[in-house]
């Protein structure tokens, strides 16, 4: 019997779109995009001086009409960073979907802000993303998953940075992304096994449709979830490469029906149409269908 511990969310998460919280008119346009969840940015995106400002934004953000259909996420700078307090503090105040945390190298950066949290008694539908954008991060990225067994944590998801990796191991940015490959296989191996999500890193030219493409193809294929976005020029194809095509959907219905058939019952292994069909396929094919319909749903009547 597998052991492999099930997906602890089956939400979309295709296209998730990083927004300057620095920028109230971007913040504004998010109710209008279609993209499955979005970074409201407090780190990277917003120089030092902008901090407060950029925190007042969010304040307004979470007090004006809810953001439907679509999870939110703050990311927050690092704790020791002399903004991340602060940071974690408008969190709690939000109670926002998530919170992601910046360059998480080992677990206890992870179980550090679940302590917190949990002092704080925060809701426990808030959850953690982890950001993996250093050497370490990756090294650690299987035990940085498992933390997300330990009792009283909240990681959900690892999402993969490879603009800061690749300025700190000195990677080109290269189309096909060969000498990243291992390293991003590395992270998909670390939240399968403990029933998490991972989010494919942002491609830099929103320009650049075909690379764009390619890279949402290459990101799929590979296991991730979705991918992180830039720019809303890019959420159609996201969606489009992350979800499921009416092939996949069709298949997934027919293996669900073929379990349902009282011949079945009790059978671990099937023959449908010449071809082995195992339990932990039927699972699959629920958990696919089951995004299938939050798509539909999404969609205006």
């Known amino acids: ?80 960073s002399g903004f991340g307090l602060a940071d974690l503090e408008l969190v709690k105040a939000l109670s926002p979907d998530a919170v992601l945390l910046p360059k998480v190298d080992e677990p206890q950066d992870v179980m550090a802000v679940s302590d917190l949290l949990a ?56 189309p096909g992304r060969t000498y990243l490959v291992p390293w991003l296989m590395q992270v998909i191996l670390a939240v399968k096994a403990y029933g998490l999500d991972a989010l494919d890193s942002v491609f830099n030219d929103f320009r650049d449709g075909d690379g764009f493409n390619a890279e949402c193809g290459q990101g799929r294929a590979m296991g991730f979830a979705g991918k992180m976005l830039i720019h809303p020029a890019q959420i159609a194809a996201a969606n489009t490469h992350f979800g499921p095509d009416a092939e996949e959907i069709a298949e997934a219905e027919a293996i669900i029906a073929a379990f349902a058939d009282p011949a079945t019952e009790g059978l671990n292994v099937i023959n449908a149409n010449g071809r082995m069909i195992e339990r932990l396929h039927l699972v699959q ?17």
């Not at 808030?126 to 909240?154: F, K």
């Not at 958990?287 to 009547?301: E, F, Q």
Request: glycine content about 4%.
């Open 119 to 174: 002092e704080a008694y925060a809701l426990e539908e808030l959850r953690i993303w982890a950001m993996i954008e250093t050497p370490r991060g990756v090294l650690n990225a299987a035990a940085i998953a498992e933390s997300g067994r330990t009792p009283g944590s909240r990681l959900d998801c690892l999402v993969v940075g490879l603009n800061d990796l690749r300025k700190e191991t000195g990677v080109l940015p290269q």
């Open 285 to 301: 094919a629920e958990a696919l269908v089951h995004k299938a319909h939050l798509i539909s749903a999404r969609k205006p009547a």
């Open 1 to 80: 019997m597998s052991r492999t511990p099930p997906l602890r969310s089956l939400r979309l998460r295709r296209s998730v779109l990083s927004v300057p919280a620095i920028n109230a008119r971007a913040l504004e346009k998010t109710h209008s995009l279609d993209c499955d969840a979005v970074i409201l940015d407090l780190e990277d995106s917003v120089a030092p001086e902008k901090k407060v400002e950029a925190r007042d934004n969010l304040k307004a953000f979470f007090a004006g009409p809810p953001l439907e259909g679509k999870e939110r996420i703050i990311r927050i700078n690092s704790l020791s």
